[in-house]
Structures are given as structure tokens and as C-alpha cells.
């Protein structure tokens, strides 16, 4: 079944433009970084963890920052969850083999989190990890399990749903050509496929 492509195109301006996305946030210097995800941390805080409203200003700057290394380390993982996530839909749509596909856009995924590391090497305050792009790839795999599990068993069902109505033509055919001999189209014979030495095979 052809896939749609618009759809195709579509999953990967999405896929470009998430790229941009990781690209912009590492972008960041730490100073900015950590205020923003410190901004995050407090709201977070004062929405659903009623004691920390309670707190004095020392106490929530000391909540936030123990905060910081874990809540960071999550949004890496989220975003190159997302990154998967997304990546698989577009590859799912191109023609090929699924399984050779994705074990080489993962590795891809592999090399453009180390790149995005090497990247925040030269931004102010940032340092390269190892753990992150350890962190970066679990979440691109994440998301390559998300998306098979939930538009997979869609795109199974649509490709038995196209086999079972190519085998309902061909006996559609070849129930008109034993009607209408004179209009028997050889070809017809045999679902689409199959070579016409086996029917000859069958025929003797």
C-alpha cells in the first residue's frame, strides 16, 4: 500500500523542525538554562507540593536545586523521546525493510545526541556528557516503542485488509473467466505473485 504523501512530508518537517527544536535548548547558555528550568521547578512546586509553599526563601532555593539534576535529565530523555517518537512515524511511511530502517536511524539518533553535546562544549557554562547522550539515546528508544505500539498493529491490519482484498479480485476474476471463457484472460489465473511456470506445474 502506497503511503500517504502528505503525511510523509508532513512527519518530516516535524522531525526537522524538533531537530531545531534540541538544537535551540542546548543553545542556551547554563546560566539561562538553569533559571528556566528553576522558573519550572518552583511552579511545579507551588501547583501540586503544598509544603513547599510553607517554606522560607533559603528552604525553596535549596528544594530547587536539588531538584535541577533530575527534573534536567528528564527533559533530556523527553525530548529525544519525542524525537523517536516522531522519526519513527516518518521512517514507518518510507519503503524498505523496518527492521534494517530503524536500527540505522537509531544509530543515527546515537550519533546526533553526541553531536548535540559536543555542541553545548562551545556554549557558556555547558559541558559535554556522556551520561546524556547515554540518557538521549534511551529516549529515542523509548520513543521507537511507543510509536510501534501503537500505529503498528494500525499499519498490520491495513496491510491484511489490502492482501485480503487482492485475493477477493482474483477470485472475482477468475469466477467471471470461468463464466466467460472467450474473455479468459491467461494472466488472471493466478493471483498476482505467482510465476507462470508453477501453473503450468499445476495445469499438468
Known amino acids: 500500500m502506497k503511503p500517504p504523501k502528505k503525511l510523509s512530508i508532513l512527519l518530516w518537517c516535524l522531525v526537522v523542525f524538533w531537530m531545531g ?8 547558555s547554563a546560566n539561562i538554562s538553569l533559571s528556566r528550568s528553576g522558573q519550572l521547578i518552583s511552579w511545579v512546586a507551588e501547583t501540586i507540593y503544598h509544603p513547599y509553599n510553607q517554606m ?7 528544594f530547587v536545586e536539588k531538584w535541577q539534576i533530575p527534573i534536567r535529565k528528564l527533559a533530556h530523555f523527553i525530548e529525544y523521546l519525542i524525537f523517536g ?30 553531536t548535540d ?11 559535554p556528557s556522556i551520561v546524556d547522550v547515554f540518557i538521549d539515546s534511551a529516549g529515542a528508544l523509548a520513543g521507537i516503542l511507543v510509536a510501534n ?16 482484498d487482492r485475493y ?15 474473455n479468459q484472460d491467461h494472466k488472471s489465473e493466478y493471483p498476482p505473485g505467482e510465476s507462470s511456470g508453477r501453473g503450468k506445474n499445476i495445469q499438468e
Open 85 to 114: 517518537f516522531l522519526v519513527s512515524l516518518a521512517v514507518g511511511l518510507l519503503p524498505g525493510k523496518p527492521k534494517v530502517m530503524f536500527v540505522l536511524v537509531f544509530i543515527f539518533w546515537v550519533l546526533y545526541a553526541a
Open 149 to 164: 505500539k501503537i500505529f503498528l498493529p494500525i499499519k498490520n491490519r491495513r496491510a491484511r485488509q489490502a492482501e485480503i
Open 168 to 182: 477477493n479480485r482474483f477470485r472475482k476474476n477468475r469466477k467471471n473467466a470461468a463464466v466467460n471463457p472467450a
Open 21 to 28: 527544536f534540541i538544537f535551540y535548548q542546548s543553545s542556551k
Open 117 to 127: 553535546e559536543v555542541h553545548q562544549a562551545y556554549v557558556p557554562g555547558r559541558n
Open 56 to 62: 522560607d526563601e533559603p528552604e525553596k532555593q535549596e
